[in-house]
């Protein structure tokens, strides 16, 4: 009895300036088990982030949307968000 996995992700990021710039990741997988009953399993996602720098002070913003489903259940969606901020001394 063999499992079957399959995964794919793509990324891009880009300078706006020298102080600032963005970056996208998507990704897609899929998990197909051979035991009796079990269903496959789709997962979708994809996130972004702007990053600027001010001096000593770095902050970051960033998005992400993912989803999942498998069959004979509801596809499952969840957006997350991030805000942060870091000072180096």
Do not use: H, P, W
Not at 54 to 73: C, D, K, M, N
């Amino acid at each position: 009895m063999t499992d079957e996995s399959y995964y794919a992700q793509a990324f891009i990021s880009r300078a706006l300036d020298s102080r600032t710039s963005i970056d996208a990741t998507a990704f897609a997988n899929y998990y197909q088990s051979n035991l009796t009953g079990a269903t496959d399993v789709y997962g979708i996602g994809a996130t972004g982030t702007f990053s600027k720098r001010f001096g000593r002070l770095g902050t970051q913003a960033s998005v992400g949307v993912y989803s999942f489903s498998q069959q004979g259940q509801d596809t499952t969606i969840s957006v997350q968000g991030l805000l942060g901020a870091r000072y180096s001394f």
